[in-house]
T-cell receptor
Framework: DTGVSQDPRHKITKRGQNVTFRCDPISEHNRLYWYRQTLGQGPEFLTYFQNEAQLEKSRLLSDRFSAERPKGSFSTLEIQRTEQGDSAMYLC?????????????FGPGTRLLVL | KQEVTQIPAALSVPEGENLVLNCSFTDSAIYNLQWFRQDPGKGLTSLLLIQSSQREQTSGRLNASLDKSSGRSTLYIAASQPGDSATYLCAVRPFNSGGSNYKLTFGKGTLLTVNP
């Protein structure tokens, strides 16, 4: 169990550019979540996958955001035409639903700065 | 809509002191409540998870309690150490059969500083 990993850890981009983040969940975890955290705030839910199916998207996720989880393994989050308001920490979490319930395990996050 | 509030927003204590962090939530229909720790610029580390049927959970120097009916949880840290300095976040998972019962709603956190 190597934990949830995210890549890159930091990204600086210019407004209008596209960026893509990757999340590798804990192996055999069937659920994967994306959250966004701005300075001084708690994480906010963005979207959720059960295996490869994207089951819900928050209204925070505008049309410029797209997430995929091909084959139910790693996931990518792409932001097109970035805006300064997209600057935040993007957190990925994975979980396995078992007899004892569900605990979400978070990755280290990708910190995005849009100039 | 569930709202989670954490008080105080920041706390500074001398090493060795016992302390309590507070979390309140507006909708008592929760599945569980989880306390996380976040170091500066890092991801979240799960500390304790309390199911809605439980009253408390303990791990080492940490004890979390849950009073679902009043919408409150506390995180008690005994004999605080400088290494405990971090932001502590509380999150609740809703209880509903409609399907969206997996989203965590977080508070803004309490920034704890333990001075040596």
């Amino acid at each position: 169990d190597t934990g949830v990993s995210q890549d890159p850890r930091h990204k600086i981009t210019k407004r209008g550019q596209n960026v893509t983040f990757r999340c590798d969940p804990i192996s055999e975890h069937n659920r994967l979540y994306w959250y966004r955290q701005t300075l001084g705030q708690g994480p906010e839910f963005l979207t959720y996958f059960q295996n490869e199916a994207q089951l819900e998207k928050s209204r925070l996720l505008s049309d410029r955001f797209s997430a995929e989880r091909p084959k139910g393994s790693f996931s990518t989050l792409e932001i097109q035409r970035t805006e300064q308001g997209d600057s935040a920490m993007y957190l990925c979490a994975s979980s396995y639903v078992g007899v004892g319930g569900e605990t979400q395990y978070f990755g280290p996050g990708t910190r995005l700065l849009v100039l | 809509k569930q709202e989670v509030t954490q008080i105080p927003a920041a706390l500074s204590v001398p090493e060795g002191e016992n302390l309590v962090l507070n979390c309140s939530f507006t909708d008592s229909a929760i599945y569980n409540l989880q306390w996380f720790r976040q170091d500066p610029g890092k991801g979240l580390t799960s500390l304790l998870l309390i199911q809605s049927s439980q009253r408390e959970q303990t791990s080492g120097r940490l004890n979390a309690s849950l009073d679902k009916s009043s919408g409150r949880s506390t995180l008690y840290i005994a004999a605080s150490q400088p290494g405990d300095s971090a932001t502590y976040l509380c999150a609740v998972r809703p209880f509903n059969s409609g399907g969206s019962n997996y989203k965590l709603t977080f508070g803004k956190g309490t920034l704890l500083t333990v001075n040596p």
